[in-house]
């Protein structure tokens, strides 16, 4: 079992930047690949980024926001990290963070375990 809470969400001006967080606790946290996703009001939740895992495989970034936004892993804090940079007005959303065993995968029903989500809003 593994239980992850969000935070980092906030108001940010177009072209601003947050850093989500994302800490993880339970059993072989570094086994899992955790991922950001999101989702806006009307639409359907989206994947943003996944870390991989200590069992291998690849980050992913999509491509909405491949160049603006990083993620990264703190093992030693089972905390993972977005980066959010030059953030628009579509990034809006409440961004949760999930975690599956093993690789990073683009199928939302594989991961398990899901966090509560943290808000994101981007305005002038």
């Known amino acids: 079992q593994l239980q992850l809470i969000e935070s980092g969400g906030g108001l940010v001006q177009p072209g601003g930047s947050l850093r989500l967080s994302c800490a993880a606790s339970g059993n072989n946290v570094e086994r899992h690949a955790i991922a950001w996703f999101r989702q806006a009001p009307g639409k359907e939740r989206e994947g943003v980024s996944c870390a991989a895992s200590a069992e291998g495989g690849d980050s992913t970034v999509a491509d909405s926001v491949k160049g603006r936004f990083t993620i990264s892993r703190d093992n030693a804090k089972n905390t993972i990290y977005l980066q959010m940079n030059s953030l628009k007005p579509e990034d809006a959303g409440v961004y949760y963070c999930?975690?599956?065993?093993?690789?990073?995968?683009?199928?939302?029903?594989?991961?398990?375990?899901w966090g509560q989500g943290t808000q994101v809003t981007v305005s002038s």
């Open positions: 999930a975690a599956e065993f093993g690789f990073c995968s683009g199928y939302e029903w594989r991961y398990g375990y």
